[in-house]
């Protein structure tokens, strides 16, 4: 099962994207979900993350800009993403926290223009 990113795209430095990503109610409910992203020639690193109760953590670097959500009634987890800069620009994933190798989908494409 493999958890497919969407709502990546271009933007211009301070623009805004939506990211979302949809599991299954069994995937949901039992986990953290976390949102990550690798930029060329750098390791994947974690993003953010929400507990099934809702508690969330954030990189320092995107804290304040960056707000992930779930939505348990349609088993979805989102990122929302305000104020992006160039270094934001990676490939972002969505999988539970911590992450299970099964689950890595082909993310989605985030660049943000200078």
């Known amino acids: 099962v493999q958890l497919q990113a969407s709502g990546g795209g271009l933007v211009q430095a301070g623009g805004s994207l939506r990211l979302s990503c949809a599991a299954s109610g069994t995937i949901f409910s039992r986990n953290a979900m976390g949102w990550y992203r690798q930029a060329p020639g750098k390791q994947r690193e974690l993003v953010a993350r929400?507990?099934?109760?809702?508690?969330?953590n954030y990189k320092d670097s995107v804290k304040g800009r960056f707000t992930i959500s779930r939505d348990n009634a349609k088993t979805t987890v989102y990122l929302q993403m305000n104020s992006l800069k160039p270094e934001d620009t990676a490939v972002y994933y969505c999988?539970?926290?911590?992450?299970?190798?099964?689950?890595w989908g082909q993310g989605t494409q985030v660049t943000v223009s200078s």
């Open positions: 929400i507990t099934s109760g809702g508690s969330t």
């Open positions: 999988n539970t926290h911590p992450w299970k190798y099964d689950y």
